[in-house]
């Protein structure tokens, strides 16, 4: 098998992921909408793939708690699935001064 195709998504993939992230993100619609990110959460269109994630983790992981460093939305979603799932989390941000 080639890089490519291990990381190819398979339909099994998305429906089991699916099936983990039901209790955590809201159906929303496919189309274009302004208002969209006021219908997640965190206002983040990515809130699919942290909780998946986490969901994913071994009980081992979960102990020890997961740590996200970004100055975007991405480090909105872990802390607040993490806050969610009542994993022990750390978020890292960086500041930047304006002149």
Known sequence: MGYVEAFMLKLAD?????????DFARL???A???TLSREVATGAFKERGEPDRLLLLTEEERQRGVITASTGNHAQG????????KFAHRLR?????RS
């Open 14 to 22: 998305i429906q089991a992921a699916r099936g983990r992230i039901r």
């Open 28 to 30: 929303t619609p496919t």
């Open 32 to 34: 274009y909408s302004e």
């Open 78 to 85: 872990v802390a607040y699935h993490a806050g969610r799932l």
């Open 93 to 97: 941000c960086r500041c930047s001064r």
